[in-house]
């Protein structure tokens, strides 16, 4: 028989089979679900025809449930489970009024307990969803309903102020939120600004408008605590992960907004329990995307649909199944490009190694002198820039959120904003034997400006033989909380004051022939918003000063990042494999 014939009647089968499946499957539409203040949120019920109670798979979206059967839905029913999906309060057909930040724990246990009620329900749930679909599951779960068994949450971190709004180091995730505001939030027939205009806007108080077309109530809450102070404490769930019981699989991206708390939401609940599981990818917010110009191989992606299936079957049917007897840490290495498995996080043995910031006074750009090197420096040189928020170091990739087509994200070519005289570059010799870097990234900076508040920014990048600079993972620190992201303290124009820079998370093999590379700036626009550099509540602030950076290195201020070697790789072997010795 001819080959595509052949095939032709194999999509034929399938797709008669999957027909059947819908016909015996149970939908039923728009399904009302009372909230405990009488709000009726509506769902749709997908489940196996007959009779018997089976367990239920609870997805809950701002995004719009529709009304499609889709392969998702198709594959959890046909392996004996319902799906309900359900409109969160005040989005699409539900009721009452969206406020993302503090409505889903309650909604969610009354949708649990709706769920265990049903007569097709054998009173066992389980969550699954990603970004906001995986926020729902984490708030929720903090609240231990008996009905909920496990949840699968993905690129969803666990903290409102340090992943969605604001960040480890205080600056505010500009170009993420009002991406978000804009595709979510705005008004019916609303034409805004282009995103490079309404980004660049100010003051920020007024930017939602801007944005939507209407005051948007979310916003201003966010702007009116810009600190992390005990009103984002008392919605954070990392604050509450010792009270989480329910068995977590967490899946990420080391090019992914979250990554770095869903690694600490990990570690946290693994003290706990051994039974939690994590995986990360490399890849964007989009799980098992393949980014432009980066080729991880095929081993790359993973086998979505079954993993969940699997992390269902274990503590929703008692099933006894593979990925249980195996480490709880599932991490793929860049550069080496393949999958490696830990039994915690961060790996165990894993060494902070020092490499130092050294020039002879002028890294400034990829034509500077800037150096690193694995020993400390004994030069009294510094490094000077000028930070102009009028004319910001631009975002180029990187952890960014959540429309590529119009704020890209993942690695790209770093070569054209280390062009830049704010932008200090130091790079190692070529690596003489691969070196890889997996873990949080750190950088300590010594530094004085002439402005009162201000901000330092880092950027680890992998540089190629033929120069190509790759971007692994960034941080910037807002000065102001250089103590606490709960109490800020202004500073003293002109005093050297040491900063210490959260960089994220990676993991990469920088190999032979390359090179490593920390940039050092004070913006990173509109991932991170500009600092004025007045020192006044930025939210209202029009006015932008530049200030004088001077970068510090030398034996009394030793500037230096920490970058988490693999177990067997001392501090001799780095300092051998980068040629650095003591000058």
Not at 167 to 186: F, I, P, Y
């Amino acid at each position: 028989m001819d080959y595509f014939v052949r095939r032709l009647l194999l999509i034929a089968f399938f797709g008669t089979l999957a027909a059947f499946a819908q016909s015996a499957a149970i939908k039923q539409l728009h399904v009302h679900v009372p909230m405990r203040d009488g709000v009726l949120l509506s769902a749709n019920v997908y489940r196996p025809g007959g009779p018997g109670a089976v367990p239920t798979i609870l997805i809950r979206t701002p995004y719009g449930k529709g009304e499609d059967w889709t392969p998702n839905h198709q594959a959890f029913v046909e392996h004996g489970y319902a799906v309900v999906i359900q409109d969160v309060r005040g989005r699409y057909e539900s009721q009452g009024t969206f406020t993302p930040l503090t409505q889903e724990p309650e909604d969610g246990d009354d949708t649990l307990n709706w769920i265990a009620k049903q007569p097709w329900s054998n009173g066992k749930v389980g969550m699954t969803g990603g970004s906001y679909l995986g926020i729902v599951q984490w708030k929720v779960a903090t609240l231990n309903n008996p009905h909920l068994k496990a949840i699968f949450p993905w690129v969803s971190g666990d903290d409102d102020y340090r992943d969605r709004y604001y960040s480890t180091g205080g600056a505010m995730k500009l170009g993420h939120r009002l991406l978000w505001v804009e595709e979510n939030l705005r008004l019916p027939g609303y034409d805004p600004p282009s995103f490079e205009k309404y980004v660049a806007s100010l003051p920020l108080r007024r930017m939602d408008v801007l944005v939507t077309g209407h005051q948007v109530p979310l916003m201003q809450k966010v702007l009116e605590h810009p600190a992390d102070d005990p009103y984002w404490q008392s919605i954070s769930v990392r604050e509450q992960l010792k009270n989480i019981k329910v068995p977590v699989f967490s899946l990420g991206g080391w090019y992914d907004n979250y990554v770095e708390s869903d690694l600490d939401a990990f570690a946290a609940l693994h003290k706990q329990s051994g039974v939690d599981r994590i995986l990360i990818g490399p890849w964007p917010h989009d799980v098992n995307t393949v980014m432009p110009g980066s080729d991880f191989g095929r081993d790359s992606q993973i086998p979505f649909r079954k993993t969940q299936l699997e992390w269902f079957d274990q503590w929703l049917k008692d099933k006894d199944v593979p990925m249980m007897s195996k480490p709880p840490v599932r991490i793929f290495v860049m550069g080496a490009n393949q999958w490696r498995d830990e039994s915690e996080w961060p790996p165990k043995g894993t060494r902070m190694v020092k490499f130092y910031l050294e020039s002879g006074g002028h890294a400034n750009s990829l034509n500077g002198d800037g150096t690193l090197t694995t020993e400390p420096v004994i030069k009294n040189e510094h490094d000077v820039y000028v930070f102009d928020p009028k004319n910001p170091v631009p975002t180029r990739g990187g952890a960014v959120c959540c429309n590529p087509k119009i704020f890209p994200w993942g690695p790209m070519d770093q070569r054209p904003v280390e062009q830049r005289n704010d932008v200090l570059v130091y790079s190692t010799p070529v690596l003489r034997e691969d070196v890889e870097v997996t873990g949080r990234i750190e950088l300590t900076l010594y530094a004085a400006t002439t402005a009162p508040d201000t901000d330092f920014s880092v950027k680890l990048v992998d540089v190629y033989p033929n120069g190509m600079a790759k971007n692994l993972t960034d941080g910037l620190l807002r000065a102001r909380y250089r103590k606490s992201l709960a109490n800020p303290e202004l500073l003293k124009p002109g005093e050297v004051t040491e900063f210490k820079i959260d960089g994220g998370v990676t993991s990469n093999v920088f190999q032979k022939g390359h090179r490593i590379r920390i940039e050092v700036s004070s913006s990173n626009f509109p991932r991170f918003d500009r600092n004025p550099n007045t020192g006044k509540p930025i939210s209202d602030e029009t006015l932008l000063v530049p200030a004088t950076q001077t970068i510090h290195h030398d034996h009394k201020h030793e500037s230096y990042v920490l970058l988490p070697m693999a177990p067997d790789l001392s501090v001799k072997s780095a300092r051998a494999s980068t040629g650095t010795l003591r000058r």
